[in-house]
Protein backbone atom coordinates (compact mmCIF):
# COMPACT_ATOMS: atom_id res chain seq x y z
CA UNK A 1 0.00 0.00 0.00
CA UNK A 2 1.31 3.84 -0.96
CA UNK A 3 2.26 5.14 2.05
CA UNK A 4 0.30 8.41 1.79
CA UNK A 5 -2.67 5.95 1.96
CA UNK A 6 -1.59 4.13 5.30
CA UNK A 7 -3.69 6.47 7.17
CA UNK A 8 -6.98 6.21 6.04
CA UNK A 9 -9.80 4.39 7.76
CA UNK A 10 -11.30 1.15 6.84
CA UNK A 11 -13.73 2.96 5.97
CA UNK A 12 -12.03 5.46 3.84
CA UNK A 13 -10.53 2.95 1.92
CA UNK A 14 -13.72 1.15 1.32
CA UNK A 15 -14.89 4.30 -0.03
CA UNK A 16 -11.83 4.91 -2.19
CA UNK A 17 -11.89 1.40 -3.41
CA UNK A 18 -15.25 2.05 -4.25
CA UNK A 19 -14.55 5.43 -6.40
CA UNK A 20 -11.54 3.28 -8.21
CA UNK A 21 -13.40 0.43 -9.44
CA UNK A 22 -16.57 2.12 -10.12
CA UNK A 23 -16.04 5.42 -11.63
CA UNK A 24 -15.35 5.09 -15.11
CA UNK A 25 -17.36 7.78 -16.39
CA UNK A 26 -16.30 10.75 -14.22
CA UNK A 27 -12.60 12.47 -15.48
CA UNK A 28 -9.42 12.31 -13.37
CA UNK A 29 -10.17 15.69 -12.20
CA UNK A 30 -14.17 14.97 -11.19
CA UNK A 31 -12.39 12.28 -9.09
CA UNK A 32 -9.76 14.10 -7.68
CA UNK A 33 -12.46 16.77 -5.92
CA UNK A 34 -14.51 14.04 -4.82
CA UNK A 35 -11.78 12.59 -3.21
CA UNK A 36 -10.67 16.03 -1.87
CA UNK A 37 -14.74 16.85 -0.56
CA UNK A 38 -16.23 13.73 0.12
CA UNK A 39 -13.48 11.98 1.37
CA UNK A 40 -11.73 13.90 3.06
CA UNK A 41 -8.34 13.20 1.35
CA UNK A 42 -5.16 15.54 1.19
CA UNK A 43 -4.21 16.63 -2.37
CA UNK A 44 -1.18 14.11 -2.06
CA UNK A 45 -3.50 11.18 -1.02
CA UNK A 46 -5.68 12.00 -3.92
CA UNK A 47 -3.09 12.07 -6.37
CA UNK A 48 -1.49 8.81 -5.34
CA UNK A 49 -4.91 7.12 -5.43
CA UNK A 50 -5.76 8.23 -8.96
CA UNK A 51 -2.14 7.10 -9.59
CA UNK A 52 -3.97 3.92 -9.56
CA UNK A 53 -6.73 4.39 -11.43
CA UNK A 54 -5.52 2.60 -14.58
CA UNK A 55 -4.91 -0.92 -12.98
CA UNK A 56 -8.70 -1.01 -11.85
CA UNK A 57 -10.20 -0.81 -15.83
CA UNK A 58 -11.44 -4.00 -16.68
CA UNK A 59 -10.67 -5.39 -13.60
CA UNK A 60 -12.50 -7.35 -10.52
CA UNK A 61 -9.88 -8.13 -7.77
CA UNK A 62 -9.96 -10.33 -4.88
CA UNK A 63 -10.85 -8.75 -1.34
CA UNK A 64 -7.73 -6.85 0.12
CA UNK A 65 -5.48 -8.13 -3.28
CA UNK A 66 -6.25 -4.78 -5.39
CA UNK A 67 -3.74 -2.61 -6.27
CA UNK A 68 -5.10 0.33 -3.16
CA UNK A 69 -3.79 -2.89 -0.57
CA UNK A 70 -1.24 -4.77 -2.69
CA UNK A 71 2.07 -3.95 -4.57
CA UNK A 72 0.91 -6.93 -6.39
CA UNK A 73 -2.85 -7.12 -6.92
CA UNK A 74 -4.72 -10.21 -7.87
CA UNK A 75 -7.81 -10.24 -10.01
CA UNK A 76 -10.09 -12.45 -11.85
CA UNK A 77 -9.52 -12.55 -15.54
CA UNK A 78 -12.56 -14.74 -17.30
CA UNK A 79 -10.53 -16.11 -19.83
CA UNK A 80 -7.92 -17.39 -17.49
CA UNK A 81 -8.45 -17.43 -14.26
CA UNK A 82 -6.78 -15.60 -11.00
CA UNK A 83 -4.03 -13.31 -12.45
CA UNK A 84 -1.99 -10.78 -10.66
CA UNK A 85 0.57 -7.81 -11.79
CA UNK A 86 4.01 -8.79 -10.77
CA UNK A 87 5.58 -11.07 -8.18
CA UNK A 88 3.03 -12.48 -4.94
CA UNK A 89 4.80 -12.33 -2.07
CA UNK A 90 4.65 -15.56 0.90
CA UNK A 91 1.06 -13.79 2.31
CA UNK A 92 -0.69 -13.74 -0.82
CA UNK A 93 -0.50 -17.11 -1.70
CA UNK A 94 -1.12 -18.72 1.38
CA UNK A 95 -4.34 -16.57 1.25
CA UNK A 96 -5.19 -17.60 -1.69
CA UNK A 97 -4.34 -21.25 -0.83
CA UNK A 98 -7.09 -20.40 2.12
CA UNK A 99 -9.53 -18.74 -0.53
CA UNK A 100 -9.61 -21.89 -3.40
CA UNK A 101 -9.85 -24.13 -0.13
CA UNK A 102 -12.50 -22.32 1.84
CA UNK A 103 -14.49 -23.00 -1.82
CA UNK A 104 -14.35 -26.60 -2.12
CA UNK A 105 -14.01 -27.81 1.91
CA UNK A 106 -13.20 -31.14 2.59
CA UNK A 107 -10.42 -30.91 -0.81
CA UNK A 108 -6.83 -30.54 -1.66
CA UNK A 109 -5.11 -28.15 -3.46
CA UNK A 110 -2.43 -29.85 -5.87
CA UNK A 111 0.47 -27.84 -4.98
CA UNK A 112 3.02 -29.96 -7.58
CA UNK A 113 3.59 -33.86 -8.61
CA UNK A 114 4.51 -34.39 -4.80
CA UNK A 115 2.52 -32.07 -2.86
CA UNK A 116 -0.63 -30.75 -1.50
CA UNK A 117 -2.22 -28.15 0.64
CA UNK A 118 -5.87 -28.55 2.66
CA UNK A 119 -7.34 -27.19 5.61
CA UNK A 120 -7.72 -28.93 8.58
CA UNK A 121 -10.63 -29.27 11.34
CA UNK A 122 -9.37 -25.97 12.52
CA UNK A 123 -9.20 -24.32 9.28
CA UNK A 124 -5.59 -24.11 9.35
CA UNK A 125 -3.74 -24.31 6.25
CA UNK A 126 -1.12 -27.49 5.75
CA UNK A 127 1.42 -29.16 3.06
CA UNK A 128 1.86 -32.96 2.98
CA UNK A 129 3.07 -35.26 0.29
CA UNK A 130 0.63 -36.54 -2.60
CA UNK A 131 1.27 -39.62 -4.36
CA UNK A 132 -0.32 -39.83 -7.49
CA UNK A 133 -0.37 -43.40 -7.37
CA UNK A 134 -1.80 -43.56 -4.72
CA UNK A 135 -4.28 -40.05 -3.79
CA UNK A 136 -5.95 -40.85 -0.93
CA UNK A 137 -3.27 -41.98 1.43
CA UNK A 138 -2.99 -39.91 4.38
CA UNK A 139 0.86 -38.16 5.34
CA UNK A 140 1.74 -36.31 8.21
CA UNK A 141 1.01 -32.74 7.36
CA UNK A 142 2.94 -29.41 7.60
CA UNK A 143 2.61 -26.01 8.37
CA UNK A 144 3.85 -24.04 5.29
CA UNK A 145 6.61 -22.11 8.04
CA UNK A 146 8.36 -24.74 6.99
CA UNK A 147 7.97 -24.45 3.42
CA UNK A 148 10.75 -21.92 2.00
CA UNK A 149 9.37 -19.18 0.20
CA UNK A 150 11.81 -16.67 -2.12
CA UNK A 151 11.29 -14.71 -5.06
CA UNK A 152 7.64 -15.74 -5.90
CA UNK A 153 8.17 -19.32 -5.10
CA UNK A 154 8.38 -22.55 -2.81
CA UNK A 155 11.65 -24.08 -2.89
CA UNK A 156 11.93 -26.86 -5.63
CA UNK A 157 9.19 -24.87 -7.54
CA UNK A 158 9.91 -22.45 -10.31
CA UNK A 159 8.04 -18.86 -10.16
CA UNK A 160 5.65 -20.35 -12.72
CA UNK A 161 5.10 -23.57 -10.88
CA UNK A 162 4.31 -21.40 -8.16
CA UNK A 163 1.98 -19.31 -10.31
CA UNK A 164 0.27 -21.77 -12.25
CA UNK A 165 -1.10 -23.89 -9.08
CA UNK A 166 -3.07 -20.26 -8.96
CA UNK A 167 -3.90 -19.63 -12.05
CA UNK A 168 -5.52 -23.36 -12.79
CA UNK A 169 -5.88 -24.84 -9.52
CA UNK A 170 -6.68 -28.05 -9.35
CA UNK A 171 -8.92 -29.26 -6.61
CA UNK A 172 -8.31 -32.82 -5.53
CA UNK A 173 -10.67 -35.12 -3.46
Avoid at 138 to 165: C, K, L, M, N
Wanted: hydrophobic share 40%; aromatic share 10%.
Amino acid sequence: MNPLLHSLSATTLDNLEDQLANSDEASDEELFDFLLEELDLSAEQAEAAIALRGLYMGRTFLSGQSPLYQDTPVYVDPASGLSFIGQLAKQQVLEIYLMLLRSHPGKRLKLDVHNCAGLNSAGQLYWAPYDTANPGAIYEVYSFDHRQFADGHWEGETPEQTSATIQRPVILD
